[in-house]
């Protein structure tokens, strides 16, 4: 089932997703299913495809859960120096050994996105639709993210076009500058390409 017709079938909250990432997780590792078999593979897969023009590394990926699906399929674009960011420890557990089993080598550090305080060490940060799951929460993660960064850095944030998850389209601009916007996840979501400042 596509991640369209799932939402239009029923609302899935930030926190659901969590855990059927852990439930998917967990069939991965049994050996039971592929991670091609995840059911927002496709759609994943198209949207980085969109947003690849805008990759570069070192990557941190913020909000990576049990399946860091975006992740794995950013490597597909020649992007292999990525980090992955969670707050939640058993997805960070859980996401590691995933990594592990797809012979990938990315780093999983457990921190909160509002009080990392390392984002400088990055070209490249990569916000999950689901990291900060109120528009607090959002509000807070770029400000930490935009007192760190220089003009160098790209940010890309994507932001949801339904009531589903967190529309971010009338804050961004207080922190960042606009230089693309790409629609992903079929329209239901918004890839903000973002800089602290263009120059
Ligand atoms: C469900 S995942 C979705 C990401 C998806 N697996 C991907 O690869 O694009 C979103 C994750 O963001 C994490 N998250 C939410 N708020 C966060 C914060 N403030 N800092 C770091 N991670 C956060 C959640 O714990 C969750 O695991």
Redesign the pocket.
Known sequence: MSLTRLIIKEVIT?EE??IY?KKFALKLLNNKKEISDFEFYDDYKKSIKDESEYLSEPLLF????A?????ILISEHNINNITI????EE?KIIGEKIIKKLKLNFDFII????KYNNYSKFNCIFI??????TIN?KKE?FNNINKQISSKETVIVRSSKTDDFIDVSNIIYNYFKIIDEIDIFNGLSKSYICKKEII
């Open positions: 930030a997703d969590s990432e913020v909000g990576g859960g399946i860091p699906i975006s992740p960011m969670d707050i939640d997805a921190d909160d996105a509002i999950a639709l689901e990291a900060g799951i929460q993660i």
